[in-house]
């Protein structure tokens, strides 16, 4: 081979080792600090809300048994006061919903943190809008799921409706 044969070869392969690093740097920046969040629009009745991208609750934990039985069927007009964890890791858990927002995922700064290997650092979103529960999927790796069908816009949560998250599921209730 000639000369600059080999010069253009050893050129080509650290090329290819930089993009190498570059790509493994930038995997381990979003997996240690998550994606951007997107912020839902403001219904137009609402009264400036302003809270930020990341509030955790401020009400600590309240572990109680889960019932055995499903819950009564929601009424329209009414809103989730609590969170109920029905299987899992956490199986039993109960968060109260005193905030707009309730961050879930991994990352220790999260309202509910989720150990599991299925589950993102930063993965969805539970948010109070226009009276109503939304869920956001923060562009997580394995998807969110309500009802067994995958969140990509933000959607309603139903009353007693299964939120599967990694091996987590909950339920919104009364």
């Given at each position: 081979m000639s000369e600059l044969t080999l010069l253009l070869l050893r050129i080509g392969f650290l090329i290819l080792m930089w993009a190498f690093i570059f790509a493994i740097v930038y995997a381990l920046r979003s997996d240690l600090f998550g994606t951007r969040v997107r912020r839902m629009p403001a219904p137009a009745n609402a009264v400036s809300a302003a809270s930020p991208a990341f509030a955790t609750p401020a009400a600590a934990p309240v572990a109680a048994p889960a019932p055995s039985s499903p819950a009564a069927p929601a009424k329209p007009g009414e809103t989730a006061r609590r969170l109920v964890i029905t299987s899992g890791a956490k199986e039993g858990l109960e968060l109260p919903l005193d905030d707009e927002q309730l961050t879930?995922?991994?990352?220790?700064?999260?309202?509910?943190?989720?150990?599991?290997?299925?589950?993102?650092?930063?993965?969805?979103r539970l948010m109070l809008w226009d009276g109503t529960w939304m869920?956001?999927?923060?562009?997580?790796?394995n998807g969110t799921f309500l009802k067994g069908k995958k969140v990509g816009a933000p959607t309603a949560v139903p009353l007693n409706t299964p939120v599967s998250i990694g091996t987590t599921t909950f339920e919104l209730r009364r």
């Open positions: 879930i995922g991994r990352s220790a700064d999260s309202g509910l943190v989720i150990r599991d290997d299925y589950t993102s650092t930063h993965h969805a869920l956001q999927d923060l562009d997580s790796t």
